[in-house]
């Protein structure tokens, strides 16, 4: 495969991960979302395709140059082959790949890539130290024929029965945020399993599945029914245990407005101007406030809609009183950049750079790398085939197949 050039224009260190060959088998979101933050911080990433494609290369709008932001938001930093595996040829690099890599990430149905021989129980004997990561919809067992979309999850976890006014319909999440937790949840399981195999030399089966991490991820929602028995309903954009901490009309539209704790709530009557509200035994404690939260919301509205949700957000926040204008993503993106969090990176360089979100990880060592932009489809095919042809290298990872400065 390609060699790193002679000359680096801008030398920078290796990631964290430098030196590990992850074998990307999944496809759409929480697979490929986990390997691009593995890919960020250094591994060599493989992204394995089927000759069609990931799916998510087809989900627009919208696009860029004529390519799917939903792909291109999850894959910058990888390297594309695309394999048939009903093909003996493609098989047997498949399955070659699956020998060298010291990661392999797949979200295949349970038990989908078995008759492939590409199993954790296939692989991890000629690879025994192997981390393979399995992500389904609903685990292994009598969930294994469900299909693991993430919208299926929200509305079988519970989530959408939260989510939405109280006397109306349940909605969706305005993204797909169990696809994205099990990502997450995938990558420290992976870190994890790392740790023990630098301690004992043996890799480990991980599994993971939508649900699960659905359940995990409902934190305070799911801890009340399995401590208290409690089966919390959607209450709007209201909170089951604070209030205020919602959004509350101003005289130009609505502003977040939250008290977490008494100290807060009584800043937050000084500036609203009644700091009679304080010596109110219904609103003296956080539990009273939330118990008369319907007496106690007028009284708050009352002072809000008489300035500007802007007005309200400055001297609050000179107050000490968390608020929160409700923003539209490019007032997101334009936040983050004010405060100097720098969102916006370009993986690649020159004319095939794309923009994307940044890693949110910041280390003061060995930062983010955003060598490659998402691959086009079997981009890389050529050299990765090659490379598997060749005679397997003393260490797993390909790593001058990257080159610092781009494809």
Known sequence: MSTRPQQEPTPRPPGPLSGLLVADFSRILAGPYATMLLADLG????????????????????????????????NRNKRSVALDLRKPEDLEAA????????????????????????????????????????????????????????????????????????????????????????????????????????????????????????????????????????????????????????????????????????????????????????DDPRFAHNQDRTAHREELRPLLVERLVKRTKDEWFRDLTAAGVPSAPINTIDGGVALAEELGLGPLVEAGEGESAVPGIRNPITFSATPPRYDLPPPALDEHGEEIRAWLR??????????????????
């Open 95 to 278: 399955r070659e790949l699956a020998a060298r890599a010291d990661v392999l990430i797949e979200n295949f149905k349970p038990g989908g890539l078995k008759r492939f021989g590409l199993d954790h129980e296939t692989v991890s004997v000629g690879n025994p130290g192997v981390v393979y990561a399995s992500i389904s919809g609903f685990g292994p067992g009598a969930g294994a024929a469900l299909p693991g979309y993430d919208l299926m999850v929200q509305a079988m976890s519970g989530l959408m029965s939260l989510t939405g006014d109280s006397d109306g319909s349940p909605y969706r999440a305005g993204i797909s945020v169990f696809d994205v937790m099990t990502g997450l949840h995938t990558t420290i399981g992976i870190l994890a399993a790392l740790r023990h195999r630098e301690a004992t030399g043996q890799g480990q089966h991980l599994e993971l599945n939508l649900l699960s991490s659905a359940l995990s991820g409902l934190v305070n929602h799911t801890g009340a029914y399995a401590a208290a028995g409690v089966v919390p309903f959607r209450m709007g954009n209201a909170h089951p245990s604070l209030f205020p901490y919602e959004p509350l009309p101003t005289a130009d539209g609505e502003l977040i407005v939250i008290a977490g704790n008494d100290g807060q709530f009584h800043k937050l009557c000084e500036v609203l101007g009644v700091p009679e509200l304080v």
């Open 390 to 407: 060749a005679e397997r290298p003393r260490t797993s990872t390909p790593h001058h197949t990257r080159t610092e400065t781009g494809r």
């Open 43 to 74: 591994a060599e990433v493989i992204k394995v395709e089927s000759p069609g494609g990931d799916d998510t290369r087809t989900w627009m709008p919208p696009v860029r140059d004529g390519i799917s932001t939903y792909y291109l938001a999850i």
